[in-house]
């Protein structure tokens, strides 16, 4: 059974610490605070033994290598019950072929779910849970990113992003539209034009400046 002292907020928010938890998980007893130190991908699917939820897995058990690269730990959630994603994970493995070591907390209450904001704190479904936070190694979120039931997450991006997020801070810069590792970041906007026209390369503007180094 899950244990939590968590309460209900009306959603967890970037840049504020994410709510720690304990509960059971397919990896035995679990709380989000034990990995604090690495980057984390907590994600929410709407149920199990679904098609577009059992993709999602797939493609996550298969890019476990990639993230791994970055230090990003995966870590699900659903309301199914502990035995239910047992079987689902293991059926996963027999009949598809893959094998998900990452892993899979139940939420029978929603006290997780409702405590991240994923579903309406009235509700009594899980069906519009489709929810991933990244949180930073020191238990901070720096991304929320939500679909809908009837579309699958892009594991390409979710890469792409912890990537980007990290990049970004490590180098003090941002990230631009569609930035892949190894791409030029962008100087932050100074506050003014004021001194900022000398350095300039061409097709630059003094809020628009590539890091050059």
């Known amino acids: 059974m899950t244990e939590t002292t968590l309460q209900p907020i009306a959603c967890a928010r970037l840049n504020t610490p994410a709510p720690d938890f304990q509960a059971r998980s397919t990896s035995g007893p679990i709380t989000l605070s034990s990995?604090?130190?690495?980057?984390?991908?907590?994600?929410?699917?709407?149920?199990?033994f679904t098609p577009?939820?059992?993709?999602?897995?797939?493609?996550?058990?298969?890019?476990s290598p990639d993230f791994e690269k970055l230090d990003c730990a995966l870590l699900g959630l659903s309301?199914?019950?502990l035995y239910s994603h047992i079987a689902w994970l293991r059926d996963i493995r027999e009949r598809l072929g893959v094998n998900v070591a990452f892993p899979l907390v139940?939420?029978?209450?929603?006290?997780?779910?409702?405590?991240?904001?994923?579903?309406?704190?009235?509700?009594?479904?899980?069906?519009?849970?489709?929810?991933?936070?990244?949180i930073d190694p020191e238990g901070i979120i720096r991304?929320?990113?939500?679909?809908?039931?009837?579309?699958?997450?892009?594991?390409?991006?979710?890469?792409?992003l912890v990537a980007a997020l990290q990049s970004?801070?490590?180098?003090?810069?941002?990230?631009p539209e569609g930035w892949l590792p190894g791409n030029r970041l962008l100087e932050h906007a100074p506050?003014?034009?004021?001194?900022?026209?000398?350095?300039?390369?061409?097709?630059?503007?003094?809020?628009?400046?590539e890091r050059r180094s």
């Open 191 to 209: 506050s003014s034009s004021e001194g900022g026209e000398t350095m300039l390369h061409p097709g630059e503007s003094w809020y628009f400046r």
């Open 35 to 48: 990995y604090r130190g690495r980057w984390v991908i907590f994600f929410a699917h709407p149920a199990n």
């Open 106 to 134: 139940e939420d029978p209450s929603m006290a997780i779910a409702r405590a991240y904001g994923m579903i309406d704190g009235t509700s009594d479904s899980s069906a519009t849970v489709r929810a991933t936070y990244i």
């Open 79 to 81: 309301v199914d019950s």
């Open 168 to 175: 970004a801070e490590r180098e003090n810069a941002v990230a």
């Open 143 to 160: 991304a929320i990113v939500w679909y809908p039931m009837n579309v699958g997450r892009s594991v390409d991006e979710l890469l792409r």
């Open 52 to 63: 577009v939820c059992t993709s999602e897995f797939i493609a996550l058990a298969r890019a």
